[in-house]
């Protein structure tokens, strides 16, 4: 097996890391591989779309102020400007690989509003934005012969060796093994970390494990703490990825309300249902926790007839599943973890500290964000760094004889005792009360965090282990970075601590 790159993620940031690359440098043999098949990837569920300047009344500068002022100043103002600048590039990229975007009939786009937008700028499909584009990707990736792909393995940990990435160890649980894969240089592509909060709006697969991996290999992170929660997540019981009730729905003018009927936002924010999600958050918690019985709710009930059905059909079919009508019925709504601002730094090329390592997408910390993103400014920051991981390595790769590709390979008993998802539910629960309250959480000392990292240290490097055990492996590393970030007295704040109940 050869391969001279590797990328970790099949979401957006790594098919399109692909890509870009292969067209710049078809000679060069890259794998992809992923934990699953991309399906269960936050770029499949993105449902708003993608901020991009796209009429004259609308401007760079404004989109900068926007992004800006939504991260609080903590942005990189440079960052802010290349992302702002090139949106509309990346989104003529995917319209040139056959992505469709919603359009009026004279062909203008039909741009969307999101909350911190001063325009409408969303390019969208639907609301169901992140499928079409993954579909697509997909498809393309798929026509390029030097593309190798491998599904269902996950990437464990990174090989490291001389300060140098030398390749990555990947999980096999099919197949019970385990194996060593070199390259020459790897790409960490693997989204972002809300999943490991009891209430996300993501798919299972969004554990951290880029970031974890990279904490284990100690490369450079920065802005763990600034974790983005959404506000508009319907509040049935459980919540993953299908449960998000677009930022668009406000931005078409939904509004939020409490048990009495009243716009509440406004008590506080001049802006109301268009304010940035952070101060939404807020405001909906400070609300709630005044009657711990009592809810938010979106309400749509006075949209045009047949809106709902026309424009959201993704949200239309989730009440409908919920038994809620979206025309007459209020919804229940609260916030939960949506995207991770900090992670992995890098440089506007997805260089990490590591020699050899490029990060890319949400895993990465560019600074684009500060400590709070302005809606639908992920997928374009994916693009963007993705293109320019791409151009800085398609220079600088240069050909190594193949004899160095050796596949290692060793078998993993994974007893069924071993590894209870009880556990996970356990410390994702303490987790989210330590990062809510900055109170010591009931259990989950640091010194309880580094006793149990180190039986799971212990058991996979003696090959035993499950999906499970790497899972709370992970989950631990990342916890046990946050209490080290708390003590060491962060800078800012954690973001949703002021009005803590
Ligand atoms: C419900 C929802 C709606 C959203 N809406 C929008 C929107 O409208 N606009 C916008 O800009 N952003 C939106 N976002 C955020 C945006 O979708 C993500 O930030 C972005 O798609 C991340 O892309 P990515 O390629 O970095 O990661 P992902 O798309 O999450 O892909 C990561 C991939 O890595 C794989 N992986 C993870 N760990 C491993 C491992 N150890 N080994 C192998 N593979 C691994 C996963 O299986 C996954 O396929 C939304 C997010 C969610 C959850």
Known sequence: MTSEILIVGKGIAGMTSAIYLTELRPDIQ????DKSDGSSSATFFAQGGLAAVQSTLDSFDSHYRDTLEAGHFLNDPKIVREVVT???????DLSSWGVSWDRFEDGRLNLGLEGGHSFSRIVHHGDQSGKIIHQQVASKLRNYPNIQLIEHSAVRD???EEGECKGVIVYQEDL???MTIPSQTVILATGGLSSIFPRSTNAQNSTGDGLAIALRAGVKTGDLPWVQFHPTVLNIGSTDHSNLLTEALRGADAYIINE???RFLFDSLSKGELSTRDLVCEAIWREIAKDPNSNAYLDCRHF???TMIRSFPQVYSLCQRANLDPEKDLLPILPAAHYHCGGISTDRTGKTSLPRLYAVGEVARTGLHGCNRLA???IIEALVFAKNAAAALALEHRKESANSYQLDTRKIYSPDIFGQPSVIDFWKES???YFMKKSKPEFGSLQEIRDRLQILELSVERGIYSTTILKERNLLQIYEALLIFNKNECVHDFPYQKNRI
């Open 376 to 378: 639908s400014n992920s």
């Open 158 to 160: 990174l090989w490291v």
């Open 431 to 433: 987790l989210f009360e």
């Open 176 to 178: 019970s093994q385990e």
């Open 30 to 33: 890259i794998t992809l591989i």
């Open 304 to 306: 045009p007839k047949g």
């Open 86 to 92: 090139r949106a509309p590039e990346v989104i003529q």
């Open 260 to 262: 009495k009927g009243s």
